[in-house]
């Protein structure tokens, strides 16, 4: 195949004047709404009881009047209460954790993946990748979306893709300099791993052949940026998404790295207050709420992501028009992004409440060489109390195992006398995220 | 007839060895024996005192974490061999030792030795037995 050089992957939509994105926009709402309330009965359900018909929206400007969609309702509809369409049609599942350890389960049909992987594409190609590059993908590859969607986008691009899934730095590093790897995808926290590790082994940034990243799924700085960029001699973009509304891709970084364009012909952005849910003008900060607008198996309306952010409509010098978003600023619940995964204190009280510990903990996070560092004080009970280390060590590694077993990753764990915790008011801290330090948005 | 230990609870911070000695000084009780057993996080201090039962009180209103441990003490000649021959009467039996710590009375000329096994009766049966004689409670206090 020749080479193309692109600046886009699908200018027609990525360079589409804004009026005829909402057009676009609003013929595909009008037939998503229908098409989910006469698909799935949940929705029907959410829907009737704000007394909003499919015939009531017309349009964008009516996109208020449906109701939200949280991931409660996702856990709560768990596992096939918000499928649209008969499970012979999906061809694929990926997964996210939920809030009690209860999975959150996403569906897709053979369309949704090809569109999917259309966004990831896009992100490939605004970072400047092309079929003469090799794209090196160290993403997790599974349930998780990230390996499955760069890999995806890639194979789109007609890059020459390595599926190297995360881990193992010794073969990522053998397989990027022996395989001449271009671009690179992966978390930004291992970005700079590998970055640092390739700086101990003596190569300079000159010695690789890559030009490009793409990394996500997990907060980090623009500091962090420039040290990853220099390390690697690299250009980093950034790119964003969720399983929920299919995985990374729903927005991404152009070359000039300020906020990441929303696919807007897939998915409408909205910004809401939290806590009164009202909609916000463009601008404004505030909650970031989904829309899809071509989903078949796992159709989202106002979808509530949680990450608190701002949009921007500023014209791109790129050329698209598509809508920008800020890295999410923050929150507006309590979920921490622990080593890319997603973690929330309830799924934390779940494991000790199973394994017999009163919910008397506190979780530390920091961020040490680049790698998120998870540690979980616990009180003990007074009757384990063991006058020989190994009995206590050996409680620890059974709850730190059933932590991993539900939260998909490992905390180091440390029993504490009864009443160590400190109690602020009565009110324990539970949440010391040191990283903040570093001024990452958590 | 086992003998009554203190096992404190201690975490890797400052000042927590100085509020356990602090408590038991103030509470009038005297320390026969101690050993401390650590790791990175914790470490669990234990003593042989004259007044258990109360050292735990004055111990817990300082706000440590403690629990009484039942111990086997024996009482043994200062003597080169002494302690080989109770270790190979309680490995004959295949009783193992969890830890152990020892403190001589110079005047009296033997040794007392504490040894934290899995069944205390089995083990004092065993070396009362093999002719070794047991700690008592009386002994901790008239030292």
């Known amino acids: 195949m020749e080479t193309k050089e692109k600046r886009y992957f699908q200018p027609e939509y990525e360079t589409m004047p804004v009026e005829n994105i909402k057009k676009l926009q609003s013929e595909k709402l009008v037939k998503q709404v229908k098409y989910v309330y006469e698909n799935v009965a949940y929705y029907r359900e959410l829907m009737d009881k704000k007394g909003v018909k499919p015939e009531d929206i017309k349009g964008v400007d009516d996109l208020h009047k449906l109701p939200f969609i949280k991931k409660d309702d996702l856990r709560e509809a768990y596992p096939y209460g918000l499928l649209a369409t008969d499970i012979k049609n999906c061809v694929r599942i990926h997964s996210t954790s939920g809030t009690t350890g209860k999975r959150v389960v996403a569906f897709y049909t053979q369309n949704d993946v090809d569109l999917w992987e259309e966004c990831c594409a896009r992100a490939l190609t605004a970072a400047g990748v092309t079929n003469d590059d090799v794209c090196q993908v160290c993403y997790g590859y599974g349930l998780f979306t990230g390996g499955a969607g760069l890999h995806g986008g890639s194979h789109k691009v007609g890059s020459l893709t390595l599926p190297m899934s995360s881990g193992n730095t010794e073969r990522q590093i053998q397989f990027m300099m022996d395989l001449n790897s271009t671009v690179l995808c992966c978390t930004p926290s291992y970005a700079a791993y590998i970055g640092?590790?390739?700086?101990?082994?003596?190569?300079?940034?000159?010695?690789?052949k890559l030009k490009a990243g793409i990394f996500g799924a997990e907060p980090w700085t623009e500091e962090m940026r420039r040290d990853i960029e220099k390390n690697l001699g690299i250009k980093a973009y950034d790119i964003y998404g969720l399983t929920e509304l299919s995985g990374p891709g729903v927005a991404f970084e152009c070359e000039e790295q300020k906020g990441m364009h929303v696919n807007e012909d897939h998915f409408i952005a909205e910004i809401i207050d939290p806590n009164t849910e009202e909609v916000l003008p463009v601008g404004s900060k505030g909650e970031l709420v989904f829309t899809s607008l071509d989903k078949e198996a796992f159709p989202l309306l106002r979808y509530r992501t949680r990450d608190i952010c701002i949009l921007s409509r500023e014209k791109c010098s790129c050329g698209r028009t598509f809508i920008r978003m800020t890295k999410p600023l923050g929150r507006s619940d309590d979920m921490m992004i622990i080593r890319g995964v997603n973690v929330f204190p309830s799924q934390i009280e779940t494991v000790l409440l199973n394994c017999g510990y009163a919910a008397n903990?506190?979780?530390?996070?920091?961020?040490?060489?680049?790698?998120?560092?998870?540690?979980?004080?616990?009180?003990?009970?007074?009757?384990?109390?063991?006058d020989i280390p190994n009995v206590i060590t050996g409680k620890e590694k059974k709850l730190q195992s059933a932590m991993k077993t539900m939260l998909g990753i490992s905390p180091k764990i440390h029993l504490l006398a009864p009443k160590s915790i400190t109690r602020s008011e009565g009110k324990a801290v539970r949440i010391i995220d040191n990283r903040k330090r570093l001024g990452i948005n958590i | 007839m086992a003998v009554k230990q203190i096992s404190i609870f201690v975490e890797n911070k400052e000042g927590k060895?100085?509020?356990?000695?602090?408590a038991i000084a103030t509470a009038g009780i005297d320390i026969r024996a101690m050993s401390v057993a650590d790791t990175q996080d914790f470490g669990i201090f234990r003593l042989i005192v004259t007044d258990?039962?109360?050292?735990?009180?004055?111990?817990?209103?300082?706000?440590c974490f403690v629990s009484i441990t039942q111990v086997v003490g024996v009482s043994i000649p200062d003597e080169p061999g002494s302690l080989a021959k109770v270790v190979k009467i309680l490995a004959r039996y295949n009783i193992n030792i969890e830890y152990m710590y020892a403190f001589i009375a110079v005047a009296k000329k033997n040794a007392s030795v504490v040894l934290r096994v899995a069944d205390n009766e089995a083990a004092e049966k065993i070396l009362v037995e093999n002719g070794i004689t047991l700690l008592q409670e009386s002994d901790i206090v008239n030292f």
């Open chain 1, 361 to 386: 903990y506190q979780i530390i996070i920091d961020r040490v060489n680049n790698t998120d560092t998870f540690d979980i004080n616990v009180e003990m009970n007074p009757e384990d109390f063991a």
């Open chain 1, 196 to 208: 640092e590790t390739l700086k101990e082994k003596g190569y300079k940034p000159e010695d690789n």
């Open chain 2, 52 to 63: 258990p039962d109360k050292a735990k009180e004055a111990l817990e209103s300082s706000g």
């Open chain 2, 17 to 22: 060895l100085v509020t356990i000695t602090d």
